[in-house]
């Protein structure tokens, strides 16, 4: 399928007030190139194998094949990834017609919070909470895959 | 799983007398790195998702994870692989209580033709057929994904 997103810089924590749900990732990559992303994820002790394509021109539009996998294989595949896990916390918010994704990063890329919104459409009209920054879709350096090399805090 | 298997040379088509399977492969790698490869299979119109790990230091045994995947899914990911798809016709062969998996090569890499046998342990004997040549498990040029990027016939 492919995925259309629109990626937001956070302002405040706000966010958390309204969030409905609350989900623990860690994440690791068999292979980061944007080209060919593989992902192994473990939300909520369920393992999720992910592969994702090149973006589109706008960057919002990205290939993505997901399948659940057994979450200890989840971790064996976790401990062949390139260096650099990803750990963060995931909260949903509902605004208008959709569902936010807000994501606290932790360890080496904390003080990094990024809001994902999936849509329908590249042209979608979204509804944005105060707490909702700088447009970053296209910017590779906030993709999980970039971060995983090249850590927040060592910006 | 651990995967023990010793990969031959092999020196003429006598193989082919003795094969009770044959089936045609095309597969890709969404990563050729030996320590992390992804590959995606279509063997007999089905499909198969495979990671490996890094091989032991006798270069017998490696970490091997592998689902099957729906067909059409599979010929998506193919597209995404890195350059290099390996076609090859597998044949099987059994040979006391081992079964030799003998792959005939072609395209780029047409000329190569390599038997594989899976072990239970490193240490096991094995009985040889009059057309299985020298020993390659130890060389890393005989990886599929090694010829993915570096075809037999540029050798």
New interface residues.
């Given amino acids: 399928m492919i995925e259309i997103e629109r990626k937001y810089l956070v302002t405040s924590d706000a966010y958390k007030q309204e969030a409905h749900a609350q989900h623990f990732i860690a994440q690791g990559y068999?292979?980061s190139?944007p080209?060919?992303t593989?992902r192994v994820r473990i939300k909520n002790q369920k393992g999720y194998?992910t592969?994702k394509?090149m973006s589109s021109a706008t960057g919002a539009s990205r290939?993505e094949?997901e399948?659940e996998?057994p979450l200890e294989?989840a971790k064996?595949?976790l401990t062949?990834?390139?260096s650099g896990t990803i750990e963060k916390t995931r909260y949903e918010v509902t605004s208008g017609t959709h569902c936010i994704e807000i994501d606290e990063f932790h360890g080496e890329n904390s003080g990094l919070i990024l809001a994902e919104i999936e849509l329908q459409d590249e042209n979608e009209t979204i509804q944005k909470p105060s707490w909702l920054g700088k447009e970053v879709t296209q910017e590779a350096k906030y993709y999980n895959a970039y971060l995983s090399a090249h850590p927040f805090r060592s910006w």
Avoid: S
């Fill in positions: 068999l292979n190139n080209e060919r593989v194998l592969i394509g290939f094949w399948h996998i294989e064996v595949l062949l990834c390139e």
